[in-house]
């Protein structure tokens, strides 16, 4: 049983910082590979909407509306995604959820996409 496990949610002021973080886990601790990590963020009404993503190879993407202010990293021999939001305004007021391609074992034939529970970043202004 895959699980990613999210943290770093909170109430901050306009113009502060957070950090989310992302930890998956398998069974007995272990998962065969990880492609793609990403963050995600959904508002009420809303759909959800693509803020970072990283790829075991290859390019970071960033939604337009976190340019220069978001960094997305990861760990993979800890199978962890990270989130450093800074310069936080009102309209980044979401419930982030994070999300992993994962392939849980060798034999396992595809990949499948994998979610979060969410954790609530709240931006008052």
């Known amino acids: 049983q895959v699980q990613l496990a999210e943290s770093g949610g909170g109430l901050v002021q306009a113009g502060g910082s957070l950090l989310l973080s992302c930890a998956a886990s398998g069974n007995s601790g272990r998962i065969f590979r990880i492609n793609t990590m990403a963050w995600y963020r959904q508002t009420p009404g809303n759909e959800r909407e693509l803020v970072a993503a990283?790829?075991?190879?290859?390019?970071?993407s960033y939604a337009d509306f976190v340019k220069g202010r978001f960094t997305i990293s990861r760990d993979n021999a800890k199978n962890t995604v990270d989130l450093q939001m800074n310069n936080l305004k009102p309209e980044d007021t979401a419930v982030y959820y994070c999300?992993?391609?994962?392939?849980?074992?060798?034999?396992?034939?595809?990949?499948?996409?994998?979610w979060g529970q969410g954790t609530q970043v709240t931006v008052s202004s």
């Open positions: 999300h992993a391609d994962i392939q849980p074992f060798a034999w396992t034939p595809r990949s499948s996409p994998y």
């Open positions: 990283m790829p075991t190879g290859g390019s970071i």
